[in-house]
């Protein structure tokens, strides 16, 4: 079965950092893109960056750009989104995502991890 | 950035109904549309992908997408109480990869 398992969430002062971690199952992870994607409470999704396989090719949102980094860990199965200088404006569950086939469409997703910024 | 605009943002239907969700983009996109369906509390799950492809077997049969360019549809053929979510569009044409603001459905 695949499966994706996001970790790392929680409470960060603004101006803070946070970096949350999936850990991927059941699938060859090597072989496949893979996404953030984020939710802010009560509102709609938002694509928040990809990575491509061999991390050849990476893209962000404009709202994150400059302040987060993805990166990847093939040997570890797992992928990672290291988020500086946080805002109130990034609380939001992140959801880690499969790209299964390069086309930029996503299946399945994670359970998600709530990061919450606030003093 | 390609916009998304989704219609109705909500609705409210009987079993058995069928229902229709538009989802239209601001340029066109070719077939590179694909549709999510999320309950409240969970992640969001692939319903359609390039607008009218399905996974096999993991959806059922009562879903489906239409559409290509700008103007895009999900019909669900006979409603269910389990359909009761919110909806999404998606577009994979380009960076960066934009959501419609979602509809809600309701069973009556």
């Known amino acids: 079965e695949v499966q994706l398992v996001e970790s790392g969430g929680g409470l960060v002062k603004p101006g803070g950092s946070l970096r949350l971690s999936c850990a991927a199952s059941?699938?060859?992870?090597?072989?496949?893109?893979m996404n953030w994607v984020r939710q802010a409470p009560g509102k709609g999704l938002e694509w928040v960056s990809s990575?491509?396989?061999?991390?050849?090719?990476?893209y962000y949102a404009d709202s994150v750009k400059g302040r987060f980094t993805i990166s990847r860990d093939n040997a570890k199965n797992s992928l990672y989104l290291q988020m500086n200088s946080l805002r109130a404006e990034d609380t939001a569950v992140y959801y880690c995502?499969?790209?299964?086939?390069?086309?930029?469409?996503?299946?399945?997703w994670g359970q998600g991890t709530l990061v919450t910024v606030s003093s | 950035d390609i916009q998304l605009t989704q219609s109705p943002s909500s609705l409210s239907a009987s079993v058995g109904d069928r229902v229709t969700i538009t989802c239209r983009a601001s340029?066109?996109?070719?077939?590179?549309l694909n549709w999510y369906q999320q309950k409240p509390g969970k992640a969001p799950k692939l319903l359609i992908y390039?607008?009218?492809?399905v996974l096999q077997s993991a959806v059922p049969s009562r879903f489906s997408g239409s559409g290509s360019g700008t103007d895009f549809t999900l019909t669900i053929s006979s409603l269910q109480p389990e359909d009761s979510a919110t909806y999404y569009c998606q577009q994979s044409h380009r960076a960066p990869l934009t959501f419609g603001g979602g509809t809600r459905v309701e069973i009556k």
């Open positions: 990575i491509s396989s061999s991390s050849t090719y990476i």
């Open positions: 059941g699938f060859t992870f090597s072989r496949n893109s």
């Open positions: 995502a499969r790209d299964p086939s390069s086309d930029n469409w996503f299946d399945p």
């Open positions: 390039t607008a009218s492809s």
């Open positions: 340029q066109s996109i070719s077939s590179y």
